[in-house]
């Protein structure tokens, strides 16, 4: 899989980071191509990821698998790293 193909039809846009609009109740779902996209990974590791239970995700179908953009951020904030800069002595 590529990179993210502007001339592709089927590209997934980014999400983005910010909280989300409270307006909105259940956000975009992804594949979990689509997801594996987003986070950088392979489907394989996205996989891992799914089954070890760190990305929340629902069967549609017995062969179909939906992740919320939710779940996707609930998992890079709680793999999120904040850097601390401190003052040397």
Request: a negative charge; hydrophobic letters at 40%.
């Amino acid at each position: 899989m590529s990179p993210l193909n502007e001339n592709a039809t089927d590209a997934v846009a980014p999400i983005s980071v910010a909280p989300s609009d409270s307006s909105e109740t259940f956000g975009r779902c992804y594949s979990l191509a689509q997801t594996a996209e987003i986070l950088g990974v392979s489907v394989p590791t996205a996989w891992r990821l799914l089954k070890a239970k760190k990305i929340a995700h629902q069967y549609v179908s017995e062969r179909r698998i939906t992740i919320r953009e939710s779940a996707i951020r609930d998992y890079l904030d709680g793999v999120t790293i904040e850097v601390v800069h401190t003052e040397e002595l």
